[in-house]
Antibody, heavy 121, light 106 residues
Framework: QVQLVESGGGVVQPGMSLRLSCAAS????????MHWVRQAPGKGLEWVAF????????YFGDSVKGRFTISRDNSKNTIDLQMNSLRAEDTAVYYC??????????????WGQGILVTVSS | SYELSQPPSVSVSPGQTARITCSGD??????ASWYQQRPGQSPVLVIY???RRPSGIPERFSGSNSGNTATLTISGTQAIDEADYYC?????????FGGGTKLTVL
């Protein structure tokens, strides 16, 4: 079965950087796009970023564009989210999620357990 | 970008039918997906491509999409269905979530 395990979360000061990782197993990783989605405490889901199966296409939500980058290593079955210039409003649980087969109408068919990022001085 | 609007809350009695709507002015040919999130848990996909159900999701969950509104229907609602539900749409370069609906089974 699909397993997605996030790591790298923690407490960081405003303006600093943090790198999240997601280790995937249970499916042919190199053939699926992957997403990051976050959820601020008590709030709804917010899409953060997407990377295509081969890493050539990368897209970001407006609130993180220019500050976050996404990458993947298909030899290690991992994706990373590099978060720079962090702000208090980036405080959230960050989920790694596997994309379904459709790229034109995306859906997220498996989710990790999430990892908490707290941005605070 | 576009926005998806959901009612903040819906209440239903056990055994009755719950309907959660998701409105967007640019649905067009976009498909709707739906996610269930129980307290303290990760979201789970319950409907994709408007009406398709992933394996393991009970048949009481169904979906439809017409005009500017997508609808998640839960027939014979059970106590375990009490959760937050999010609709989602997207295209090749973006994903959008609705604000979420808290389903209460009372």
């Amino acid at each position: 079965q699909v397993q997605l395990v996030e790591s790298g979360g923690g407490v960081v000061q405003p303006g600093m950087s943090l790198r999240l990782s997601c280790a995937a197993s249970g499916f042919i990783f190199r053939t699926f796009g992957m997403h990051w989605v976050r959820q601020a405490p008590g709030k709804g889901l917010e899409w953060v970023a997407f990377i295509s199966y081969d890493g050539t296409k990368k897209y970001f939500g407006d609130s993180v564009k220019g500050r976050f980058t996404i990458s993947r290593d298909n030899s290690k079955n991992t994706i990373d989210l590099q978060m720079n210039s962090l702000r208090a409003e980036d405080t959230a649980v960050y989920y790694c999620a596997k994309s379904g087969r459709s790229t034109s109408s995306p859906y997220l068919d498996s989710w990790g357990q999430g990892i908490l990022v707290t941005v605070s001085s | 970008s576009y926005e998806l609007s959901q009612p903040p809350s819906v209440s239903v009695s056990p055994g009755q039918t719950a309907r959660i709507t998701c409105s967007g002015d640019k649905w067009g040919d976009k498909y709707a997906s739906w996610y269930q999130q129980r307290p303290g848990q990760s979201p789970v996909l319950v409907i994709y491509q408007d009406s398709r159900r992933p394996s393991g999701i009970p048949e009481r969950f169904s979906g439809s999409n017409s005009g500017n509104t997508a609808t998640l229907t839960i027939s014979g609602t059970q106590a375990i269905d009490e959760a937050d539900y999010y609709c989602q749409a997207g295209d090749s370069s973006t994903v959008v979530f609705g604000g979420g609906t808290k389903l209460t089974v009372l």
